[in-house]
């Protein structure tokens, strides 16, 4: 029997790689787009192990007063955005074990070459100890999947039967693919929402949430002059279609949309409250200096009543596409 775990499950470590001068973050003051990611760290390593993916150990350490809990491993990568292109777990017959799926830069947008290696250079190290691993050739992003760890996969039709990702597969083609992959045995297709500014071709992560295997988090757009209004509205009209193993409906949590940010070109930027993380201690989520992050704050307080609540300011990284669950992977092994 083979299974994806759910986020929530006890995790060995979690997956970070680091903006370096190489990266898409060339542009930036790097000292500034280095700080979420040690902030989103040192949140993660204050209970258990972070493994940082980076150009230069040596610099990267330096910048942390404390390295408890961090492993720096020197590996060549193209971005940060480890969610995508890190390793996802699952379980077999009581055993862990890893994937390498494709990754192509989100349908080919971006150089993905040293991304799409990380895993296996990652394994060679022996940083993943016996736990075997094995590539898949099939594309799939980890934003772009949410599991409830008892066979149900929540995704997005947009995102998972794009063209541009394994020649344009069909629902049935998909899952066809997926059950015999990660072993679930039905998939829920949300085939509606979107946000603007996200080059991901709507990741689940961006959207909505497991937060355990009978309720989903998700956003929800109340500005009837938004532009996303229309489909998120769509979207929770599925969503509360949708059923459990069970028979049972899904209980809902909407999580409210940020205002809109812009970059300096005037495009709008992908702001959500959808991209948190979960790990064996906390709920780390992103913040934007917006009212609605203390809003958010009981919201997950409620949700996740035996964890600590992190806030961690992501405005920088939405700059660059991706937010806080987009820059992180959990790994069982």
Request: with cysteine; net charge negative.
């Amino acid at each position: 029997m083979r299974v994806m775990p759910a986020e929530w499950e006890k995790q060995q470590c979690i997956l970070m790689s680091f903006p370096h001068e190489d990266t898409d973050w060339a542009q930036e003051n790097l000292n500034e787009a280095l700080s979420p990611f040690i902030r989103i760290a040192q949140a993660i390593a204050y209970a258990q192990a972070v493994y940082i993916i980076c150009k230069d150990k040596t610099k990267i350490a330096s910048l942390f007063c404390s390295t408890r809990n961090l492993t720096f491993i020197e590996i060549p990568t193209n971005d940060t955005w480890i969610r995508d292109y890190g390793y996802i777990s699952i379980k077999e017959n009581g055993e862990n074990k890893l994937f390498d799926f494709t990754f192509d830069g989100w349908g080919g947008k971006f150089e993905a070459s040293l991304d799409n290696s990380v895993n296996t250079a990652l394994h060679k190290k022996g940083y993943m100890g016996i736990t075997p691993l094995e590539s898949i050739d099939f594309v799939l992003e980890g934003g772009s999947i949410e599991s409830d760890g008892t066979g149900t996969i929540l995704t997005t039709t947009k995102c998972l039967c794009n063209p541009n990702r394994n020649n344009g597969l069909s629902k049935e083609e998909v899952e066809k693919e997926l059950e015999k992959i990660l072993g679930n045995t039905r998939v829920l297709w949300l085939d509606y929402g979107y946000l603007a500014g996200d080059d991901t071709d709507s990741h689940i992560d961006t959207l909505a949430r497991f937060v355990n295997k009978e309720t989903i988090a998700y956003v929800k757009c109340e500005d009837k002059n938004d532009e996303h209004y229309n489909a998120l509205q769509k979207m929770e009209e599925q969503l509360q279609k949708f059923k459990t193993k069970e028979g049972n409906p899904y209980t809902l949590l909407p999580l409210p949309m940020p205002d809109p940010i812009h970059n300096n070109q005037g495009e709008r930027l992908s702001a959500t409250y959808a991209n948190f993380l979960i790990t064996n201690d906390a709920l780390i989520y992103p913040t934007y200096a917006d009212k609605n992050d203390t809003k958010v704050h009981e919201i997950f307080k409620i949700l996740f009543p035996d964890k600590e609540i992190i806030p961690i300011n992501c405005l920088k990284l939405i700059e660059q596409g991706g937010s806080l669950h987009c820059s992180t992977m959990q790994v069982f092994y």
